[in-house]
């Protein structure tokens, strides 16, 4: 579904990414880990289609996701920040992409926002501006917001990490029932109970490489690469 | 009462009246052009390529460090020897637009500028294309910041407009000047033109204050009611 194929990026002339491959199967749940500062965000915004590339390619069904806007359109992403329009309200972020990307009419934007809304258990909030909802319901919304487009991979980028704890398991309950329906999802997370539990495959990374790919079952007895145990202790001594 | 009289029959003379149309006809057309050309210059000051940038800068540099009087003058009486002959209402509305467009470039920039990085990012990541992420997503919000402040460009032009006089267009000063030069009547005349202009600019003041309140309303005032209508409707009772 998707494929990444040597990817380099630099920065201000600092590399991000350091000849990346990778390869994405339909119907995968994939969790990237890995420290700050090690390419992961940036690696997931390229996959969007977000940010260019210095080398390498990335291929959705064959096709490159920085040239196409019909790639992108399936695929959804959401942010560490949310990101919803702010003059918007709920309902209406959700419709917008729909209505003038897709030129879906009025009413039928409306009645799958609906639906939408329904599904990340927000249906009383629709008239709410972002900035009357608290950060789990702004994710959430976000989440709808993305599904909206029907997209066939969605890419969560710290989904929770600017979240209270109490707010965070709305929020991953919603990645769950996701899942659960079978959608193709990447997440980037520094949640590794949740990335046990959703992800099928982990992988690992670190100053821009792709350290460790392994199923997560395998995490604890696989995990051979010292700096990943290191990683693994650190997160888990707290 | 001499005085009232006076006052009067100039505010309803033909002559006046075709004054102050005149004036709000240039104060309209030169700021509204100057949004126009401030949104170009905005988004040529904010483009990744350089020379477009400093294309926007040096105009920006230009017309907002020379008095506009002397953009006026250079307009009307230096063009003509370049084969350039401008009417004083041309010349008037390509000096005061062409120079205003400066100080709007400078709003409206900011007015985008205010719109968040991840605005922009998720409408990208929505499959819009940069019309439709300029339209739909960050327009809307940039002109919550870019309104108030034209409305005040908008009064702050009015003003300005008066410096047409001195190219010979008629407008509400050289109308004023023009009857007073037959009759030395320099107070009726000049109070009369000056009763326009505050009626002009009590207008512009109250066309701000009711968009102010009308973008308030999209933001706030719909969810006043959810969120303070219990304190709304209690608090008068208990003054009681």
């Known amino acids: ?238 | 009462m001499e005085l009232i009289e006076g006052v009067l029959s100039y505010l309803g003379s033909e002559a006046f009246l075709l004054g102050a149309v005149n004036t709000i006809k240039l104060t309209l057309v030169s700021q509204i052009v100057a949004v126009v050309l401030g949104f170009i210059i905005a988004l040529a000051k904010m483009s990744r390529w350089k020379p477009l940038q400093g294309l926007a800068a040096s105009y920006i540099w230009i017309f907002r460090g020379i008095p506009v009087l002397v953009q006026l003058i250079f307009v009307y009486n230096a063009l003509p020897q370049f084969g350039i002959k401008l009417s004083g209402f041309q010349s008037a509305f390509v000096a005061l637009a062409l120079n205003e467009a400066a100080y709007m470039a400078e709003i409206v920039r900011s007015g985008l500028a205010s719109v968040g990085k991840g605005q922009h990012r998720a409408a990208h990541a929505l499959g819009m294309n940069n019309w439709q992420r300029m339209r739909y997503v960050v327009l809307p919000q940039a002109f919550r910041v870019i309104v108030p402040p034209t409305a005040n460009q908008f009064i702050g032009m009015l003003k300005t407009s008066a410096m047409a006089s001195v190219v010979g267009y008629t407008d509400l000063l050289l109308t004023a000047q023009q009857t007073a030069s037959a009759n030395f009547d320099y107070i009726d005349t000049l109070i009369a033109a000056v009763i326009y202009y505050l009626a002009f600019t009590a207008l512009f003041t109250f066309v701000q204050s009711y968009l102010e309140r009308r973008m308030d309303t999209t933001r706030t005032k719909k969810r006043q009611p959810k969120l303070f209508s219990g304190l709304k409707n209690r608090e008068p009772n208990r003054i009681v």
Do not use: W
């Not at chain 1, 339909?26 to 915004?45: D, F, H, M, N």
């Not at chain 1, 942010?79 to 897709?102: R, Y």
């Open chain 1, 1 to 238: 579904m998707l494929q990444i194929k040597q990817v380099s990026k630099k920065y201000h002339g600092e590399p991000i990414l350091k000849d990346v491959s990778l390869e994405i199967k339909e119907g995968e749940r994939v969790v990237i880990i890995g420290p700050s500062g090690s390419g992961k965000s940036t690696l997931l915004r390229c996959m969007a289609g977000l940010e260019s590339i210095d080398g390498g390619l990335i291929l959705y069904n064959g096709q490159d996701v920085n040239g196409s806007r019909h790639s992108r359109s399936e695929i959804g992403m959401v942010f560490q920040s949310f990101d919803l329009f702010q003059h918007l309200s709920a309902i209406q972020n959700i419709m917008l992409a729909p209505k003038v990307v897709k030129r879906v009419s009025d009413q039928d934007a409306r009645s799958r926002a609906v639906q939408l809304l329904e599904r990340v258990r927000l249906s009383d909030r629709a008239e709410h501006y972002p900035e009357q909802l608290s950060g789990g319901q702004q994710q959430r919304i976000a989440i709808a917001r993305a599904l909206a487009m029907n997209p066939k991979l969605m890419l969560f980028d710290e989904p929770t990490s600017a979240l209270d704890p109490e707010m965070t398991s709305e929020v991953l309950d919603v990645i769950v029932d996701l899942v659960k329906d079978g959608m193709t999802v990447v997440i980037v997370t520094h949640e590794m109970e949740f990335a046990r539990r959703v992800g099928d495959r982990i992988i690992f990374m670190d100053q821009g490489k792709v350290v460790e790919d392994l199923p997560s079952s395998q995490l604890e007895e696989a995990a051979k690469h010292p700096r990943l145990k290191q990683f693994l202790n650190q997160i888990t001594s707290y």
